[in-house]
């Protein structure tokens, strides 16, 4: 069934079919949408699942936590500072490996207050050990929380859905949503081999001393290893059950592309049309789209730019002090390679500013007329300083 | 504790995914964490404690919040065989202690007390389980005190007879308290109820008089309880003039059906509940009454609200004012000279004593004067082994006099002198009358029945019966205002009781203070905190973070505590909103 949908309504048709059983959430500009959907799916009768009420996304974090220890498949949405405040529920719902599904829309954060698109929310929370998918359109959007569940579940590691605020969460799309039947026959359901149980009562989460907390985290780090194949695997078992394949990352005209653009998100978007039209201008240029961010995609990364001259990364996003992430980390990922490009990273888009085909083709022709990339990020389409 | 070793992993291979027990935890008791444990405990409510009559006023309430009005007027009648009376003339300390006063209003407690004695009488009285004892009380005196001790003694299974020397039973409460205050039906119907369960009343019998105290002295115990009908004299001239009237006797003769002729203007002399009584009892004879008291109104033993209501029908009271002599004219009464007084250092009771302003004498013509100075008791008639001073006889803590099978209670015996202290020193010769002829020792059961620290005693908790809702268990610290938990109580406006009019008042005895209406008593009812004592309301049960408060079993009410996993975090018994738990160190 077709139906025009804002990014945010098919996050919440996402969680529906997913058939969650609880969900808890704290409004926040731009995700309320999502959680109002689902709080009136929950009352109309469409969905059997507990809609919790609570006075913070601290809470709303901490009670997913909680409901996914019991064994029952939770839900939750946020932005910008909302995230910022779940951050040390983070760490624990990655660390309890419980297989957690929320969707991040990406907002600036302040000050000042801007409730606009912009990755450094989900960006800072690079760290906490979740699972991040970067979005590029609504129907994205739907596929992917349905994906995250599956992909959850299979390594035990909780998965951020992110997307841009506006950009996609308040943009109305054609969006295919699949039968309740098909998403059933294709993602079972959550059956954990351990749950909070006072028949056979356990301690969780408890206190681990060093000769064994290393290993712990090890194992942390092993399961996003794994997820990368996971990632892949259920993205085209996916394909082959809706029509609709992923993966880790896409790529357009890379073979054998000289240049290759690099983006994540909305701006992806763009991207493509300003490729396609180089292309035909006869400029050997191609498009990666990085869809998930962690765990990264070292590998195929490598394989895509190993040969490459010039490498382009746009970020909706900086480190302080730093520069672009995506581009500090597919420098990262490429840094071993003895045959490997030039990175030129720039920063554009911040707050919800558009990142236009005529903007990007003006980082590429700035590009083409360099002789190298400058030792920090370049940023796009700022006002004269005089 | 447990019998597990603890598990060495060599390899990532054996280690849990995350961070989980590798086996069950039911051993593992988290109990062990607490060092101060939380009790179910009733403690006292300050009504409770209060009342002279040893009602169990929160519980009677908690029954007649449910509707249940029939069982709270039986509930009452465990203690106290008067709500109808106490339900009209008790200046209700209960309502001064409630905790709701430092919170809005206190509970309408007195006018509960009487909607529930407007149930139809029960057949019986509260069973008590006492076999026919065969013993005899020979009560003398037929006022609250000795017929709520006749009243409990027959419970109790002896044959108590009450000896009145008067033509009808009642004593203060038929001949003292006048029909506007106290109907005489209403009174009458309690008075029947009570010899309907056993209690012999022989009227017309006046002790030393009509019956000698060797007969009375024939029974198994005896308990006296004669009341002050002798009216104290104000000792200055001309007091035996026409015309001026004792207090108490003007009343007796208004309640026998009989009023003197008084004249336009009557002027009574005195503070107390008589002179406002009888000041009341002339505006409703036609005349116009002034009161004149030495102190001022601050010092007034009368009960505030029957001051209000003298004053609202047109009552005039003059403070700071003396007689000191009174005119005549022919040998018949003319007027009375007063004078002005000022208030001095305080005197032994407490109050400040008037002192005569000289030179501030003052004369008012009047045609009756009825003197109201307080009463004493006539006991002229007593064998010299009953010993009493300054008019009273002489008591020891539960009511005993110097012979050791004589009691005595009521005005007779008490500094204190209302109906509900009356009742209640009814209740404490009831219960140490039967102790007395088990030939038990009552100095160590007082402290078991004596509500609260310093209330008056209970007769259910003397039959072991426990308080009479059966959850309060003995004496135990009062719920003060700020043990309680206000989080949980909304504010509420105390509902009022309507008067008769006031042109209907001039003319006529009917009774001024209408009940509470019946809608509005469970209204009222429910506004009660319940101090101490647990309702139900699962507070409790749903803030314990442990789950460790449970519910007991089907068709049982309260909670018990899982003290497996009971932390001792206090949760609970903070979130009480009556003080009804307590945390405590453990046994």
Redesign the interface.
């Known amino acids: 069934m077709k139906k025009v949908l804002m990014g945010n309504h098919a996050a919440s048709w996402g969680a529906k079919l997913s058939r969650v059983r609880m969900i808890a959430a704290y409004p926040i500009t731009p995700q309320t949408h999502i959680v109002e959907e689902l709080s009136e799916m929950c009352s109309d009768g469409r969905l059997d699942a507990k809609f919790l009420k609570v006075e913070s996304e601290h809470s709303a974090m901490a009670s997913v936590i909680a409901s996914e220890t019991t064994g029952v498949r939770s839900f939750t949405a946020s932005s910008s500072n909302g995230l910022a405040l779940m951050h040390e529920m983070l760490h624990w719902a990655a660390?309890?490996?419980l297989p957690i599904v929320m969707v991040n829309v990406n907002r600036a954060l302040a000050p000042g207050w801007n409730i606009w698109a912009d990755q450094g929310d989900s960006l800072a929370q690079r760290d906490t050990g979740w699972i991040q998918i970067y979005v590029e359109d609504n129907q994205e959007v739907l596929d992917s929380v349905i994906q995250g569940y599956r992909i959850a579940e299979q390594v035990?590691l909780p998965v951020m859905v992110c997307y841009d605020a506006f950009f996609l969460s308040h943009t109305y799309e054609p969006v295919d949503i699949p039968d309740q039947e098909s998403v059933d026959s294709w993602l079972p359901s959550f059956e954990p081999d351990?749950f909070l149980d006072p028949e056979?009562?356990?301690?969780?989460?408890?206190l681990?001393m060093p000769d064994?907390y290393m290993?712990?985290r090890?194992?942390l780090q092993q399961?996003h290893e794994a997820a990368k194949r996971v990632v892949s695997e259920v993205g085209n078992s996916f394909g082959n059950h809706f029509g609709r394949p992923y993966d880790l990352v896409e790529t357009i005209h890379c073979d054998d592309a000289e240049t290759v653009l690099i983006t994540s998100s909305s701006a992806t978007s763009p991207a493509r049309l300003v490729v396609d039209k180089l292309r035909d201008a006869g400029r050997k240029i191609g498009l990666l789209k990085m869809r998930v961010f962690r765990p990264f995609p070292t590998e195929i990364v490598q394989e895509i730019l190993g040969n490459k001259k010039t490498a382009i990364v746009i970020d909706r996003n900086c480190s302080w002090g730093k520069g672009g992430i995506f581009a500090d980390e597919i420098k990262g990922a490429i840094n071993n390679l003895s045959n490997r490009p030039m990175v030129y990273s720039f920063i554009a888009g911040l707050g919800g500013r558009g990142i236009t085909p005529d903007l990007i083709e003006d980082i590429v022709k700035q590009v083409e007329n360099s002789e190298s990339p400058a030792t920090s990020s370049e940023w796009i389409g700022l006002k004269p300083f005089n | 504790m447990s019998d597990e070793k603890p598990i060495t992993y060599h390899n990532l291979g054996e280690m849990p995914e995350y961070v989980i027990s590798e086996a069950s935890m039911l051993w593992n008791k988290t109990g062990t964490w607490r060092y101060l444990a939380p009790r179910y405990l009733t403690q006292t409510p300050p009504c409770n404690q209060q009342c002279p009559a040893g009602n169990d006023v929160e519980g009677f309430i908690r029954l007649m919040e449910k509707g249940a009005i029939a069982e709270a007027a039986q509930l009452i009648r465990e203690e106290n065989p008067f709500p109808a009376v106490c339900g009209r003339v008790c200046y209700h300390p209960c309502e001064t202690g409630c905790n709701r006063t430092q919170f809005d209003d206190p509970v309408a407690i007195h006018s509960l007390e009487r909607v529930a004695a407007e149930q139809p009488f029960p057949a019986t009285p509260p069973e008590t389980g006492r076999p026919d004892s065969g013993k005899t009380v020979a009560i003398i005196g037929s006022g609250p005190s000795g017929l709520t001790a006749a009243y409990h003694l027959a419970r109790m299974g002896h044959q108590p007879t009450v000896y009145e020397a008067l033509d009808e039973p009642g004593g203060l409460l038929r001949y003292g308290i006048p029909a506007y205050r106290l109907p005489r039906n209403i009174l009458k119907a309690e008075v029947d109820h009570i010899t309907s369960c056993g209690v012999k009343i022989i009227c017309g019998k006046r002790a030393g008089v009509d019956i000698s105290w060797s007969d009375l002295n024939k029974s198994d115990a005896v308990f006296i309880t004669v009341g002050v009908h002798r009216n104290r004299r104000l000792e200055i001239p001309a007091e035996n003039t026409a015309g001026i009237l004792p207090g108490l006797g003007f009343l007796e003769s208004v309640a026998g059906g009989t009023p003197p002729r008084l004249g336009q203007h009557v002027i009574v002399i005195g503070g107390g509940n008589t002179a406002i009584d009888s000041a009341r009892c002339a505006l409703r004879l036609g005349s116009d009454v002034s009161i004149y008291y030495h102190r001022s109104r601050d010092e007034m033993p009368a009960f505030e609200e029957e001051v209000n209501e003298a004053l609202k029908e047109g009552v005039k009271i003059h403070f700071l004012t003396q007689p000191v002599q009174f005119l005549t004219d022919n040998q018949h009464l003319a007027g009375i000279q007063l004078r002005e007084t000022r208030l001095g250092s305080p005197d032994e009771s407490g109050r400040r004593r008037p002192e005569p302003v000289p030179g501030s004498e003052f004369d008012i013509p009047v045609n009756t004067i009825i003197t109201a100075i307080g009463e004493t008791a006539d006991l002229d008639w007593l064998p010299p082994e009953i010993s009493h001073e300054n008019n009273r006889i002489t008591i020891n803590l539960f009511g005993q006099t110097s012979l050791e099978k004589v009691f005595a209670g009521g005005d007779a015996a008490l500094t204190e002198h209302n109906v509900t202290t009356a009742i209640g020193s009814g209740k404490l010769a009831a219960c140490a009358i039967d102790a007395f002829l088990h030939n038990q020792d009552f100095t160590g059961i007082m402290p078991r029945i004596t509500i609260g620290e310093t209330g008056a005693v209970s007769v259910s908790r003397y039959l072991n019966h426990g308080d009479a809702h059966k959850k309060q268990g003995g004496p135990g610290k009062v719920v003060s205002f700020e043990d309680l938990n206000l989080a949980y109580f909304r504010k509420s406006a105390r509902q009022k009781i309507t008067t008769l009019d006031f042109n209907n008042r001039s003319s006529s005895f009917e009774e001024v203070n209408n009940g509470l209406s019946g809608e509005v008593t469970v209204i009222e009812a429910k506004r009660c905190f319940h101090c101490g004592v647990c309702t139900d309301c699962d507070n409790c049960y749903m803030f314990c973070p442990d789950i460790a408060i449970l519910k007991k079993g089907p068709g049982e009410e309260g909670y018990r505590i899982n003290m497996d996993y009971c932390k001792g975090c206090g949760i609970c018994v903070n979130e009480c909103p009556r003080a009804a738990m307590i945390m405590e160190k453990e046994q």
Not at chain 1, 200 to 206: E, Q, S
Request: no cysteine; aromatic share 16%.
């Open positions: 660390g309890a490996r035990n351990n056979n009562p356990k301690a969780y989460y408890g681990v064994n290993e712990m090890y194992r399961a």
